[in-house]
């Protein structure tokens, strides 16, 4: 079988930087040319729309992604390691969460019907099986902890799991994008080319490289100092 590709090059901050662009680019989306976010607004709902992209795409891709590589980024003891993994992905399924309900909300009172698009079952999908992964990992690999062999036989599965629904929140945010993107020039709201179609076009081309920067340096042996995925399960 193929061994993964070594990484010859500053994999982890390059996926860092873009992580910090995407998060960027999605708030000046929302800030600048959609006018804001709110939790609750008389006058625009859409202001209550526009906090959903922003805490998805910041918490299931970004925080997601850094968890992802804390066992190779993060100095310290294994036990520190796990902390920081498991922190960052229990905020990131909270600000999901947050966006989820934020969605729900703005569908409730605008009166539109909920989970009829592809995008909408892609995003409950990602956010059902990532709470699971989230509780599963939590119970067996930080309290009240599994046994040593049940660790062993459950940390394939979890990586793989891992990697997967980070790959989904990848496709899920692409196709919110697209969604959106095709909502608001049918209602001409936005013009095909204009600079905010463009910018929602160049997030989402974006959000593909970081996927992939991510995930190889998380199956590449020489990205990083620790290999702890393929290593203990401790």
């Given at each position: 079988?193929a061994?993964?590709?070594a990484v010859?090059f ?11 662009v ?24 859409l202001l209550?729309f526009?906090?959903?992209?922003v ?7 970004v ?8 066992y ?8 520190l390691?796990?902390l ?11 600000l999901?969460l ?6 729900w909300k703005?569908h409730?009172?605008k009166?539109i ?10 995003g409950?999908?990602c956010i059902i099986?990532?709470?699971?992964q ?6 067996t690999?930080?309290y009240?902890g ?15 799991f ?8 990848i ?7 697209l969604e959106?993107s ?11 080319f204009s ?10 081309m974006?959000l593909?490289?970081l996927g992939?920067?991510v ?5 590449s042996?020489?990205a990083?100092k620790?290999?702890?995925y ?5």
């Amino acid at each position: 079988m193929a061994a993964a590709p070594a990484v010859r090059f500053p994999v982890f901050g390059i996926a860092r930087l873009l992580g910090v662009v995407a998060a960027a680019a999605i708030l000046v989306w929302a800030i600048h040319f959609r006018g804001g976010m709110a939790l609750s607004s008389e006058k625009d709902k859409l202001l209550i729309f526009n906090v959903h992209p922003v805490l998805m795409l910041i918490g299931l891709v970004v925080l997601n992604g850094e968890a992802l590589l804390a066992y190779k980024t993060v100095p310290g003891t294994k036990k520190l390691k796990k902390l920081v993994h498991l922190s960052l992905q229990f905020l990131a399924m909270f600000l999901s969460l947050l966006g989820l309900w934020a969605v729900w909300k703005f569908h409730d009172e605008k009166g539109i019907d909920h989970l009829y698009t592809l995008h909408s079952w892609l995003g409950l999908s990602c956010i059902i099986f990532f709470t699971l992964q989230w509780a599963s990992g939590f119970w067996t690999f930080w309290y009240p902890g599994g046994s040593r062999s049940g660790r062993a036989s459950l940390l394939p599965w979890h990586v793989f799991f891992g990697v997967f629904l980070y790959v989904l929140a990848i496709a899920t945010s692409i196709s919110g994008l697209l969604e959106k993107s095709i909502f608001m020039q049918t209602a001409k709201m936005i013009g095909r080319f204009s600079m905010e179609a463009m910018l929602m076009n160049s997030l989402g081309m974006l959000l593909v490289l970081l996927g992939a920067l991510v995930i190889l340096a998380v199956v590449s042996p020489g990205a990083g100092k620790i290999d702890t995925y393929r290593g203990s399960s401790e």
